[in-house]
């Protein structure tokens, strides 16, 4: 059947629309973009691992099954969560079911963000959470990371929005001639990082951040907005001469279960 311009173009609109729905509401948001980076500078001894952040747990999906066991593939050496993890002491559960999937001998090391304090969750409940399924969960804390060939020091930092950031505590017995990744949940807090770091000579390997979900909603690459405690970061690579910061897209989403322009995002480093 031969169209006229009129309804052409009423089709052309109407395909827009569904497509724009089909990939908001699903494709950006349940089919996970992988990035690997390797920043290593070596050719031995890489520790490698996978950055997850902004899970917004409610309940299990086929999307955190497909993460599960992608990670179970790749058998990373450890994994890092930075914050956002699950928004309710209800879905601690959820949290359970999720790692239950992960095999128990990958570590894991957590961080808090603005979301576990804004719905209070129960901070012990949450650690012995992580701990049942060989994890940890720093709070201003420092943990030195072992391999067989390599020694790091992981740094968790707390929230910038809603906890009480305290990186000068946090450093305090590392041992600086390792080198040193930082979890940080907000990104902006990477510039008080940058100046304590500078009168300390340390320069941290990798600053790990989330909370932005990378916009969420973005037009031609330009977010339509971003939380407080997102600065002027909105994703992937930010490097000055004192550090390197990446800042994931994340997993989940807020407010709105959708996401234009931002595509889910978890990430391997070999570092």
Known sequence: ?????????????????????????????YFIE????????????KIKAIHLTDLHLRSIKSVHESIA???????????????????????????????????????KIAIL??????????????????????????????????????????????????????????IQGIDTSLS??????CPVYREEIDRLCVPLNIKPKLILAGHTHGGQITFFGKPFFT???????????????ISKMYVSKGIGTTVYPIRFGARAEASIFYI
């Open 1 to 29: 059947m031969k169209l006229n311009r009129r309804q052409f173009i009423l089709k052309l609109f109407l395909g827009s629309i569904s497509f724009l729905v089909l990939d908001s509401f699903w494709l950006e948001t």
């Open 34 to 45: 992988w990035t690997e980076h390797d920043i290593s500078e070596t050719e031995s001894n």
């Open 69 to 107: 066991e992608r990670i179970n593939e790749e058998k990373p050496d450890v994994i890092f969560f930075t914050g956002d993890s699950l928004e309710r002491n209800k879905y601690l559960s959820v949290l359970q079911d999720f790692l239950s999937l992960i095999d128990i001998d990958i570590p």
């Open 113 to 170: 963000g603005n979301k576990e304090y804004s719905g209070r969750i129960d901070l012990e409940r949450l650690k012995g959470v992580y701990e049942s399924y060989n994890g940890k969960l720093l709070v201003n804390e420092s943990l030195l990371f072992e391999t067989e060939d390599r020694k790091i020091n992981i740094l968790g930092i707390d929230d910038f929005v809603c906890g009480y950031p305290n990186f000068t505590k946090t």
């Open 180 to 185: 040193t990744v930082i979890l940080n949940h």
């Open 227 to 241: 939380p407080f405690g997102s600065g002027n970061y909105v994703k992937g690579w930010y490097n000055n001469e």
